[in-house]
């Protein structure tokens, strides 16, 4: 594909659900990274992936968040019974691998959690 | 831990004039710094990376310059159009990580007709 897609664009859940969120990187992108984005805040880390093996889950902000990318390339965020500080943008992006390449972003997903 | 940090948070200037967003980090062990485009409800466009060892990288309107000593970058962009109005998001990889990248707050931009 030509770019980093996502889905669900939206979702709403009621908390206490779990939700699964979608990331097709770019074609041959062996690193993807998932960021969370609040509400006027800059994305913050949440963990990656060289190929299929999560190296850093460090900025998972709690055991209900799990990822995985089990072929190394379609990755899938789940957030199991979501609570209302979940909701943000959860954003995807994919880069080449190596340090000094550019990392390209999705269009992300709004979870709003009611 | 590094801190990144986005001076101003909001900006709005006439058509036609240049902009300078700041972008300032704590922590100089970095690999490189990126500069992004957010318009609302949307993902981010990179606009420009400059390595480490690089002082600066120009696109088009777009200057941007790198000063890892003093741990500061500057996006400049020429000339003004409506067309850029946006949030201007600037980031760190860190030299200590896998690769992920630090983001700041960042600059709320408003060109007006």
């Known amino acids: 594909g030509a770019g980093v897609s996502q889905s669900p664009r939206y979702k709403v859940a009621k908390r206490g659900q779990d939700v699964a969120l979608r990331c097709d990187p770019i074609?041959?992108?062996?690193?993807l990274f998932w960021y969370q984005q609040a509400l006027g805040q800059g994305p913050e880390f949440l963990t990656y992936?060289?190929?299929?093996?999560?190296?850093?889950k460090s900025g998972l902000p709690s055991d209900r968040f799990f990822a995985e990318r089990p072929e190394g390339s379609v990755s899938t965020l789940k957030i199991q019974r979501t609570q209302q500080e979940d909701s943000a943008v959860y954003l995807c992006?994919?880069?080449?691998?190596?340090?000094?390449?550019?990392?390209?972003f999705g269009p992300g997903t709004r979870l709003t959690v009611t | 831990k590094q801190e990144v940090t986005q001076i101003p948070a909001a900006l709005s200037v006439p058509e036609g004039e240049n902009l300078v967003l700041n972008c300032s980090f704590t922590?100089?062990?970095?690999?490189?710094l990126q500069w992004f485009r957010q318009d609302p409800g949307k993902g981010l466009t990179s606009l420009l990376l400059?390595?480490?060892?690089?002082r600066e990288q120009t696109s088009g309107r777009l200057n941007a310059s790198l000063d890892k000593s003093s741990g500061r970058s500057t996006l400049y962009i020429a000339a003004s159009q409506p067309g850029d109005s946006a949030t201007y998001l600037c980031?760190?990889?860190?030299?200590?990580?896998?690769?992920?990248?630090?983001f700041g707050a960042g600059t709320q931009v408003v060109v007006t007709p």
């Open positions: 992006a994919s880069s080449q691998q190596g340090q000094t390449y550019e990392q390209y």
């Open positions: 074609s041959g992108h062996v690193s």
């Open positions: 992936f060289q190929n299929e093996a999560q190296l850093d």
């Open positions: 922590d100089s062990a970095i690999y490189n």
């Open positions: 400059i390595q480490s060892s690089q």
């Open positions: 980031a760190v990889r860190p030299g200590s990580s896998w690769g992920k990248l630090q």
